[in-house]
C-alpha cells in the first residue's frame, strides 16, 4: 500500500473543461507538494501548500490543502493541451513519497 | 541554472550484468535520491543518502546498491541486472530538511534488461 492515493488515474478531456485530482493519506504531512512530469522529463515542482486549509493558485491551477493535512487537491480551470502530463503529490519527511500518479491528457 | 545530470538517457544490458547508473548534481544538495518509476505505480524509492558515504535504503533496495564517494555524484549499483529491473530510473536532490524543501530530477534513465 502506498503512503499517498491519488484518484484518478487516468483522466482524457476536451480542451476548456474542468477537472480535480485527489491525493489522499492516513497520515498528517507538515506539507504536500505536487509536481508535474512531461514525458521524458523528470517531475517539477509545481508548489507546496503548508497550512491546514491553505488554497494557492497557479494561474488556471488551485491547489488546495485539507484542514487535517492528510489530503489535498489539485483544480485545473478550462485546461489546456498544454496541462497533459503526469500529476504526482508527494509528502517529506527528509525522503519523498510521492503518490501513484494522475495522467492526464488534454486533447484540442 | 540548477542541475541534475544522469549520465545515460537510455540504455540496455543483459541479464546477469553489472550496471551502474551515475547522477551528478550542481546545487551543493545534502541529500540525493534514487527513484524508479513504473506505470501505475508512481515514484518508489530505492535508495538515498543525507551525506558523503551515508546511504539508506527506501522502500524497494532489493537488487541495488548504491554509492557516494563525493557530495556531488550518486550512484545506483545493479549488482545483477534482471528483467524485472527494466524501468524508468529518476535521480534527485534537495537541501536537507523535512516539509518545504523541493526536490530536484534528472532527465531519468530508461533502463531496459534483455
Known amino acids: 500500500t502506498q503512503l499517498l492515493e491519488q484518484s484518478p488515474q487516468f483522466l482524457s478531456i476536451q480542451e476548456g473543461e474542468n477537472l480535480t485530482v485527489y491525493c489522499n493519506s492516513s497520515?498528517?504531512?507538515?506539507?504536500l507538494q505536487w509536481y508535474r512530469q512531461e514525458p521524458g522529463e523528470g517531475p517539477v515542482l509545481l508548489v507546496t501548500?503548508?497550512?491546514?486549509?491553505e488554497v494557492k493558485k497557479l494561474k488556471r491551477l488551485t491547489f488546495q490543502f485539507g484542514d487535517a493535512r492528510k489530503d489535498s487537491s489539485l483544480h485545473i480551470t478550462a485546461a489546456q493541451p498544454g496541462d497533459t502530463g503526469l500529476y504526482l503529490c508527494a509528502g517529506n519527511f527528509n525522503k519523498f513519497y510521492f503518490g501513484s500518479g494522475t495522467k492526464l491528457n488534454v486533447k484540442p | 541554472d540548477v542541475k541534475v545530470t544522469q549520465s545515460s538517457r537510455y540504455l540496455v544490458k543483459r541479464t546477469g550484468e553489472k550496471v551502474f547508473l551515475e547522477c551528478v548534481q550542481d546545487?551543493?544538495?545534502?541529500?540525493m535520491f534514487w527513484y524508479r518509476q513504473d506505470p501505475g505505480l508512481g515514484l518508489r524509492l530505492i535508495y538515498f543518502s543525507y551525506d558523503v558515504k551515508m546511504k539508506e535504503k527506501g522502500d524497494i533496495p532489493e537488487g541495488y546498491s548504491v554509492s557516494r564517494e563525493k557530495k556531488e555524484r550518486f550512484s545506483l549499483i545493479l549488482e545483477s541486472a534482471s528483467t524485472n529491473q527494466t524501468s524508468m530510473y529518476l535521480c534527485a536532490s534537495s537541501v536537507s530538511g523535512q516539509g518545504n524543501t523541493e526536490a530536484f530530477f534528472g532527465q531519468g534513465t530508461r533502463l531496459t534488461v534483455v
Open positions: 501548500v503548508v497550512t491546514g486549509g
Open positions: 546545487m551543493d544538495h545534502e541529500n
Open positions: 497520515s498528517v504531512f507538515s506539507s
